[in-house]
Nanobody, 128 residues
Framework: QVQLVESGGGLVQAGGSLRLSCAAS????????MGWFRQAPGKEREFIAA????????YYADPVKGRFTISRDNAKKTGYLQMNSLKPEDTAVYYC?????????????????????WGQGTQVTVSS
């Protein structure tokens, strides 16, 4: 049974930082590209960042470029999202996802349909 479990969310003031983790089990982690998405109340789930299987290539959505960093540790079967300079508009539920072919094209890496497995989400709230 495949599981992705996010952790590290919470309440932080604007300008602060958080580091999200995504622990994977039940799959050969290094075979899967990883992505992070978020969903704010009343809005659609949106792509934030993706990382290739090896971790050697990353891609970011414009709203988070330069502030967020995606990384992974294949030995620990864990992915990470370091979030700096947080803004109130970053408030959302954050989801990690794993996709066997997610990094094979631009469309796949930014689309929900490009990923095979999802975590349950972790809440991030940024106060002004």
């Amino acid at each position: 049974q495949v599981q992705l479990v996010e952790s590290g969310g919470g309440l932080v003031q604007a300008g602060g930082s958080l580091r999200l983790s995504c622990a994977a089990s039940g799959l050969t982690f290094s075979n899967y590209a990883m992505g992070w998405f978020r969903q704010a109340p009343g809005k659609e789930r949106e792509f934030i960042a993706a990382i290739s299987r090896s971790g050697g290539d990353t891609y970011y959505a414009d709203p988070v470029k330069g502030r967020f960093t995606i990384s992974r540790d294949n030995a620990k079967k864990t992915g990470y999202l370091q979030m700096n300079s947080l803004k109130p508009e970053d408030t959302a539920v954050y989801y990690c996802a794993a996709g066997l072919s997610a990094y094979t094209s631009y469309v796949r890496r930014i689309k929900i349909s490009g990923y095979d497995y999802w975590g349950q989400g972790t809440q991030v709230t940024v106060s002004s």
